[in-house]
């Protein structure tokens, strides 16, 4: 394996070069593209973790096989561990994304979190499951870069939002209950963060964020593992407008959200899910105001119909991206729930060419105010 990204400089320098060169393009929808598989419970139990299924029914009731700590839970749906029970399946979809025109591939890790993975108890697998879905996107990512070196493909390590939220109570009659506290989360994103760093991920990012202090958790554990490592990687944060309101669920406008977080320097904020671009425009028109570190954008290929599908195409999508990118606002694009690889060929084309947004810098935002 080539030398990990924490321990070779040159890979954060080559993203900045990129950075500031052109608009680059994130990949699109994960569980899209698994859902095309029509997988069923064998396939995401493969043959490690067959046995714990298989003894549910057997006399005497469950018994735990070898490698298998699920108890007999239904596995289906925990696009997670496909990424050691299929991992064919997991490198074809990156694949698919890089030869579409992505510059930058998502980990297969949005719930792999101790705190997710509990809903199927496979606590014990964060490491593992961070480790090598960063190691299968990072194969990809250098194989694509063996044909083309002219184009270096990046690895974002993803941290989930988890199921829980420390801002809320899950429960109407106790406003004062909470399910998680700060130092769950904490620990739950550090040993996550942990496993993506051994697999090779050249940016981590915090997606999909609801709750601003679910990120601030989140970016608490990822200092403290670069202090580990004695190293920094580039860093993301993406929120998630939730609805019309135009705030996060924790109730965050878009600035809101970028100052509460601005004290951790990342390298991008931007938003992704829950909206179609067409109605992200306005967020992200704040954000790239507002925000001197780059913007990105990676909204969904529109609402959710009566099916649960989504009715965009690539050439909707890359219409309206295209504006985004001609006005200036964003830095990276790409795709979220819905979005496929020729969401992602035609937003690479509808941005070639176009410059990036400028990034301002502090003292110009002080004096613009």
């Not at 996107?137 to 694509?144: F, G, L, Q, S, V």
Request: contains cysteine; glycine residues 10%.
């Amino acid at each position: 394996m080539t030398t990990l990204p924490w321990k070779n400089p040159a890979r954060a320098e080559a993203l900045q070069a990129a950075l500031a060169r052109r608009i680059l393009v994130i990949d699109g929808a994960m569980g899209t593209m698994i859902q095309r598989h029509e997988l069923q419970e064998a396939d995401y139990r493969g043959e490690r973790f067959a046995s714990g299924y298989d003894a549910l029914f057997a006399p005497g009731g469950h018994a735990h096989g070898p490698g298998c700590g699920c108890e007999g839970h239904d596995q289906r749906g925990n696009n997670d561990l496909l990424s050691l029970t299929r991992p064919d399946i997991i490198r074809g979809i990156h694949r698919q994304y890089l030869e579409a025109g992505a510059d930058l591939v998502e980990t297969n890790t949005f719930n792999s979190t101790s705190i997710s993975l509990a809903d199927y108890r496979l606590q014990h697998l964060v490491r593992e499951l961070n480790r090598e879905g960063a190691r299968l996107a990072r194969a990809e990512c250098d194989a694509i870069e063996a044909i083309d070196p002219s184009q270096p493909r990046f690895v974002i390590g993803v941290l989930g939002p988890t199921s829980r939220t420390a801002s809320l109570s899950p429960d109407v009659n106790r406003p004062g209950f909470r399910a998680i506290s700060f130092d769950e989360l904490a620990e739950a994103y550090r040993e996550a963060a942990r496993g993506l760093v051994e697999g090779g991920a050249d940016i981590l990012m915090v997606e999909t964020v609801f709750d601003t202090l679910n990120a601030k958790a989140a970016l608490f554990a990822i200092d403290d593992v670069f202090e580990e490592i004695g190293a920094r990687l580039p860093v993301m944060i993406s929120g998630t407008i939730t609805d019309a309101s135009g705030r996060t669920l924790s109730g965050q406008t878009a600035e809101a959200f970028w100052y509460s977080l601005r004290h951790s320097r990342p390298m991008a904020i931007g938003l992704n899910c829950a909206l179609g671009a067409k109605d992200l425009r306005q967020h992200v028109d704040v954000l790239s105001t507002v925000a001197d570190t780059h913007v990105s954008c990676h909204p969904n290929a529109g609402l959710p119909n009566a099916f649960g599908g989504y009715d965009e195409t690539p050439e909707d999508m890359a219409v309206i991206l295209r504006e985004f990118a001609q006005s200036g606002l964003i830095n990276l694009v790409g795709g979220c729930c819905g979005t496929t690889p020729d969401h992602i060929a035609a937003i690479a084309a509808a941005v070639r060419g176009l410059p990036p947004r400028a990034v301002p810098t502090v003292g110009t935002q002080e004096q613009a105010a």
